[in-house]
């Protein structure tokens, strides 16, 4: 889950991603699952990916939760989801 969005985040270069754009990532599976389980399975993926400083989101902190709206992926990040892909860097001449 968490490297289908980076992939995501990645293919969206620098602007903030709505979440709602990562509950297609369940579509591929033939076994159905309920709404409010696809939706905490992202939030604990998104809240993992914002701690561990892969991602920035977007949205209101209360005491209890987190309720993100939109999220957008660091320059660490991007590191990170480049080494995955294979994707070679440039030479900085």
């Known amino acids: 889950m968490q490297k289908y969005i980076l992939d995501i985040c990645f293919d969206r270069r620098y602007s903030k991603i709505d979440r709602e754009l990562f509950l297609k990532y369940y579509s591929h599976f033939a076994r159905k699952t309920y709404q409010k389980d696809r939706v905490d399975a992202i939030s604990k993926s998104l809240e993992r990916l914002i701690k561990s400083g892969l ?22 990040g991007r590191k990170v989801i480049k080494k995955i892909l294979g994707e070679q860097g440039r030479l900085p001449l």
């Open 55 to 76: 991602m920035v989101g977007f949205g209101e902190i209360t005491q209890k939760r987190i309720y993100l709206h939109k999220v957008q992926l660091t320059g660490q």
